[in-house]
């Protein structure tokens, strides 16, 4: 096996990651080749360095800041909130609607009334009425007489 | 004591005390791999933040396919990424500046402990070189040998939390390793 092949043995030695028989062979090679040795040993101490450094750690507030802010958030999509504000827009959208809808039966109406077709419904009633004593077969008469009690 | 899954459920059902337990046990895991990656006190508290804020948000995405913890390392190193890409459109804002020739420390030490450093207490001095040279190197290897040299990920790990295959994390990490010795010139 050639240097090459044993740097990158080196490296996975350094993970723990070789078979027995691969750290056999790398230790027989380190044991042999000067050059190889140092290098393993440079890398060995960089992987040292870097396990031996401290771990920095957040400030103690840091979960609290997390939670405050997704209360923060959780509250503006409140689920009892959306509800109030969606019936508060139905409610306002019903007003609106129903304002309209009034509004626009006074006007009709107030015009219905004092309409010169309305004189001839009123006949029409009369008329309706005369049908409806022939259709029952009672007299004009006595519908009169009964709308006259 | 309630595992990550049985926490979730609960964070996932509204328990805040359940999610607030799971910033508990992860809080320092991520926040020292924002900082091993940023090297800065202030943006990785940034980092940190946004990951279990954005964590929180998409709890029901998470499938439970991987380990919690796994999905929120992820989510870590994307963040220390979309940091990075904030930080190179406005100011290089370090804890410290990066100045060449100044590994002379770490070297002397090494040679006054013989060539052997295991199990040595580091000084704030070889601390903050170590760190200036973590700094130096490119971004994908600076996150491999966080996760595995700084954080002790495994291989497994550190390949899915980095979408890369277990050859390339083996390929990485002695490039990494080899141009991190060639920094600090050991």
């Given at each position: 096996?050639?240097?090459?092949?044993?740097?990158?043995?080196?490296?996975?030695?350094?993970?723990?990651?070789?078979c027995q028989h691969e750290k056999e062979l790398l230790e027989k090679?380190?044991?042999?080749?000067?050059?190889?040795?140092?290098?393993?040993?440079?890398?060995?101490?960089?992987?040292?360095?870097?396990?031996?450094?401290?771990?920095?750690?957040?400030?103690?507030?840091?979960?609290?800041?997390?939670?405050?802010?997704?209360?923060?958030?959780?509250?503006?999509?409140?689920?009892?909130?959306?509800?109030?504000?969606?019936?508060?827009?139905?409610?306002?959208?019903?007003?609106?609607?129903?304002?309209?809808?009034?509004?626009?039966?006074?006007?009709?109406?107030?015009?219905?009334?004092?309409?010169?077709?309305?004189?001839?419904?009123?006949?029409?009633?009369?008329?309706?009425?005369?049908?409806?004593?022939?259709?029952?077969?009672?007299?004009?008469?006595?519908?009169?007489?009964?709308?006259?009690? | 004591?309630?595992?990550?899954?049985?926490?979730?459920?609960?964070?996932?059902?509204?328990?805040?005390?359940?999610?607030?337990?799971?910033?508990?046990?992860?809080?320092?895991?991520?926040?020292?791999?924002?900082?091993?990656?940023?090297?800065?006190?202030?943006?990785?508290?940034?980092?940190?933040?946004?990951?279990?804020?954005?964590?929180?948000?998409?709890?029901?995405?998470?499938?439970?396919?991987?380990?919690?913890?796994?999905?929120?390392?992820?989510?870590?190193?994307?963040?220390?990424?979309?940091?990075?890409?904030?930080?190179?459109?406005?100011?290089?804002?370090?804890?410290?500046?990066?100045?060449?020739?100044?590994?002379?420390?770490?070297?002397?030490?090494?040679?006054?402990?013989?060539?052997?450093?295991?199990?040595?207490?580091?000084?704030?001095?070889?601390?903050?070189?170590?760190?200036?040279?973590?700094?130096?190197?490119?971004?994908?290897?600076?996150?491999?040998?966080?996760?595995?040299?700084?954080?002790?990920?495994?291989?497994?790990?550190?390949?899915?939390?980095?979408?890369?295959?277990?050859?390339?994390?083996?390929?990485?990490?002695?490039?990494?390793?080899?141009?991190?010795?060639?920094?600090?010139?050991?």
């Amino acid at each position: 096996m050639n240097c090459k092949k044993f740097k990158i043995n080196m490296n996975a030695n350094l993970d723990n990651s070789l078979c027995q028989h691969e750290k056999e062979l790398l230790e027989k090679h380190l044991n042999h080749c000067a050059i190889c040795a140092k290098e393993y040993a440079a890398l060995k101490n960089t992987k040292m360095l870097l396990s031996a450094l401290n771990k920095e750690q957040p400030k103690a507030d840091f979960e609290k800041k997390i939670i405050d802010k997704i209360k923060s958030k959780s509250f503006s999509q409140n689920p009892l909130e959306s509800f109030i504000a969606a019936a508060r827009t139905s409610l306002i959208a019903s007003v609106l609607i129903f304002g309209v809808i009034a509004t626009f039966n006074f006007f009709m109406l107030s015009t219905y009334e004092c309409s010169a077709d309305n004189v001839e419904a009123i006949n029409n009633y009369v008329l309706n009425e005369n049908d409806f004593a022939k259709h029952n077969k009672i007299s004009y008469a006595k519908i009169i007489e009964a709308l006259l009690k | 004591m309630l595992d990550d899954l049985q926490l979730i459920k609960f964070a996932k059902a509204g328990k805040l005390e359940a999610f607030e337990a799971l910033i508990i046990k992860y809080k320092n895991k991520v926040y020292s791999i924002a900082f091993s990656f940023t090297a800065n006190h202030s943006e990785s508290d940034d980092i940190a933040q946004n990951v279990f804020f954005k964590v929180y948000l998409n709890l029901n995405s998470f499938e439970e396919k991987s380990a919690f913890s796994t999905w929120l390392y992820r989510i870590t190193v994307n963040e220390c990424y979309n940091g990075l890409k904030k930080r190179k459109n406005n100011i290089l804002s370090l804890d410290f500046e990066i100045n060449d020739g100044e590994t002379s420390s770490v070297k002397s030490m090494i040679e006054d402990k013989n060539g052997n450093i295991e199990d040595s207490m580091l000084s704030q001095e070889i601390q903050l070189q170590v760190r200036k040279a973590v700094l130096k190197l490119p971004d994908k290897y600076r996150m491999i040998i966080t996760l595995r040299d700084i954080e002790e990920l495994s291989y497994e790990e550190i390949a899915q939390v980095m979408k890369i295959s277990n050859d390339k994390v083996k390929v990485w990490l002695f490039r990494a390793r080899s141009k991190l010795k060639n920094i600090l010139n050991i």
